[in-house]
């Protein structure tokens, strides 16, 4: 079949290759969206092993909070760092929504997340309660994403002295987390 001095099987061939790098495109967002899913759901579980998976190697994390920026570089630090801060005597709660995920090439992306979170940390006698912007970079190594570079910036924290400990009657870090490193370490 011929119109317009283009065939037909060309046609087909291009809105079948369109299509497809549209399907791929969605998938690979929908992947991304996971991927920041499970990361939160790793923080608030001490999931160790979780948390290595989300980050490449050489991540970078720059956290800048109302009293506090928090700077790591490497996989082996962050997790590390992060296994120490969500311990056994601390409750967190992280949620992040209205993702806003870019696809840059088939092997780099960006996004954009709302974070809201509580955390009580009885251990230093603190909680806050907040939220931030994200602002992700992400990589494809081996088929997989991963965190290669994320920061936030508050919108707001509240931070309160713990006086009185809430009554927590379930705690999933009590179970799963370490012990609290020394206060000041």
């Avoid at 061939?13 to 759901?41: G, H, M, P, W």
């Avoid at 120490?84 to 992306?109: C, D, K």
């Avoid at 570079?149 to 509240?158: G, K, L, V």
């Avoid at 006086?163 to 490193?181: D, K, M, Y």
């Amino acid at each position: 079949m011929i119109s317009n001095g283009v065939r037909g099987d060309r046609i087909v061939t291009s809105a079948t290759n369109d299509l497809a790098a549209r399907v791929a495109r969605l998938e690979d967002i929908e992947a991304i969206q996971k991927l920041k899913y499970r990361y939160f759901r790793a923080i608030d579980t001490a999931d160790i092993a979780i948390l290595h998976e989300v980050f490449a190697d050489d991540v970078t994390v720059d956290y800048e909070g109302g009293t506090y920026r928090w700077i790591v570089s490497g996989r082996t630090e962050l997790v590390e760092a992060l296994a120490n801060s969500f311990h056994a005597r601390a409750v967190a709660q992280h949620t992040g929504h209205h993702p806003e995920i870019e696809i840059l090439s088939p092997t780099e992306a960006t996004g954009i997340w709302y974070l809201t979170d509580i955390f009580y940390n009885f251990h230093t006698k603190l909680s806050t309660i907040g939220s931030a912007l994200y602002r992700d970079t992400y990589r494809k190594i081996d088929g997989d994403w991963k965190i290669s570079c994320t920061t936030y910036t508050r919108i707001y924290e509240q931070s309160e002295v713990i006086v009185t400990e809430p009554n927590i009657i379930f705690s999933r870090l009590a179970l799963t987390g370490r012990q609290p490193l020394p206060v000041g370490s």
